[in-house]
C-alpha cells in the first residue's frame, strides 16, 4: 500500500457524518485491520501494536465510526526531540490519519483532525504536524485548518522522508 493516499478532488459521494470517539478496548481487532493492511504486517502483530496505544498516556487515539463500522482512525502524540532526531520540537504532534479506502475523500479526515485539535488545545498551546513534502493531500487538509509551515528538512522527529523532504508545521491556538 502507498505511503500516503494519492491527492486528487473528491469522490463527489456525499460526506460521511461519523461517531468519533476515543479508541477502547472493543475496537482493536477493527482498527487492527486498518493497520495491518495499511503498514502491510500481519493482523497479530497489528493487534499488538493498536492494543498498546491504549495504555500510551502520551498518545491520544481517536476512531471515526460510521454505521457500525470502524473506517477511520487517527492519533496525536507528545513527541520528545533529541539531538540527532534532525528537526522538531518537543510537544503534541498530529501523527498520522488512516481512512478505509472506500471511504477516503468524505470527510473523515477532516473530522479526525478537527477532533485530534480540540484535544491537544486542552493541553497545549501549540499543535504540529509533519509531512512527506509530496503528501498534497494531507498538506492541503491542514492547511484549512492554520497551520503553517515551520521548517523542512530530510529527518523530523527522526523520520526520514522518502523523496528527500519532510515539512514541520505548527498551528498556535
Known amino acids: 500500500m502507498p505511503e500516503f493516499a494519492p491527492f486528487g478532488p473528491s469522490t463527489g459521494a456525499p460526506a460521511l457524518q461519523a461517531t468519533v470517539r476515543c479508541l477502547a478496548e472493543s475496537d482493536v481487532r477493527r482498527v487492527a485491520s486498518l493497520h495491518a493492511v495499511r503498514e502491510g504486517v500481519p493482523l497479530e502483530g497489528a493487534v499488538a501494536t493498536?492494543?498498546?496505544?491504549?495504555?500510551?498516556?502520551?498518545?491520544?487515539?481517536?476512531?471515526a465510526e460510521h454505521d457500525q463500522q470502524v473506517q477511520g482512525y487517527a492519533s496525536a502524540t507528545f513527541l520528545d526531540v533529541h539531538e540527532g532526531d534532525g528537526?522538531?520540537?518537543?510537544?503534541?504532534h498530529l501523527t498520522g490519519v488512516v481512512v478505509n479506502p472506500a471511504a477516503r475523500r468524505r470527510g473523515l479526515g477532516m473530522q479526525l483532525t478537527s477532533a485530534r485539535l480540540d484535544m491537544i488545545e486542552e493541553r497545549s498551546e501549540t499543535a504540529w504536524y509533519f509531512v512527506n513534502a509530496e503528501?498534497?493531500?494531507?498538506?492541503?487538509?491542514h492547511t484549512k485548518y492554520g497551520f503553517v509551515e515551520h521548517a523542512r528538512g530530510p529527518r523530523i522527529c527522526g523520520v526520514e522522508f522518502s523523496g528527500g523532504t519532510g515539512i514541520l508545521f505548527r498551528l498556535d491556538y
Open 50 to 63: 493498536v492494543s498498546s496505544w491504549l495504555a500510551d498516556d502520551r498518545r491520544l487515539t481517536l476512531v
Open 87 to 92: 528537526l522538531g520540537v518537543t510537544g503534541w
Open 135 to 141: 503528501n498534497r493531500a494531507s498538506i492541503a487538509l
